[in-house]
C-alpha cells in the first residue's frame, strides 16, 4: 500500500504563509486522487482540498479559496498545499490523504490511505 509523511508545519503569525508537503512511498501518487483534511481540538475532520488522480482538477472548501492552493509534483511523488493568508481559524493538524477514485470527495471516508499529520498554528 501507499505510505505518507506529511511535513512543512509549524507556528506563523496571521497573514503569513506555510507550504505542506505530502510525500508518498511504496507507490506513484500520481495514481492517487489526493486529499488534504484539517482537525482543530474538539472538532470533526473537515475536508480542506483535493485534487484528482488524472487532469490535475481541483476542489477547494469554501473558507479557504482564493488562499490555499494544492498542486503535485510527480517528479518528486508529493502533493503539497501552498497556504497564503492565514488566519487563526486555519489552526489544526492537517492530514493528507490518497483514494484510488478519480472523483475528488470531500469525505474522509472515501480515502483509505492516511498520513500521521503535521501541525499548524496561526497566532494573531
Known amino acids: 500500500q501507499v505510505q505518507l509523511v506529511e511535513s512543512g508545519g509549524g507556528l506563523v503569525q496571521a497573514g503569513g504563509s506555510l507550504r505542506l508537503s505530502c510525500t508518498a512511498s511504496g507507490r506513484t501518487l500520481s495514481t492517487y486522487t489526493v486529499g488534504w483534511f484539517r482537525q482543530a481540538p474538539g472538532n470533526e475532520r473537515e475536508f480542506v482540498a483535493s485534487?484528482?488522480?488524472?487532469?490535475?482538477?481541483?476542489v477547494y472548501t469554501d473558507s479557504v479559496k482564493g488562499r490555499f492552493s494544492i498542486s503535485r509534483d510527480d517528479a518528486k511523488n508529493t502533493v503539497s498545499l501552498q497556504m497564503a493568508n492565514l488566519k487563526p481559524e486555519d489552526t489544526a493538524i492537517y492530514y493528507c490523504a490518497a483514494s484510488h477514485s478519480s472523483a475528488p470527495s470531500s469525505s474522509a471516508a472515501h480515502y483509505p490511505y492516511w498520513g500521521q499529520g503535521t501541525h499548524v498554528t496561526v497566532s494573531s
Open positions: 485534487i484528482v488522480r488524472i487532469g490535475g482538477n481541483t
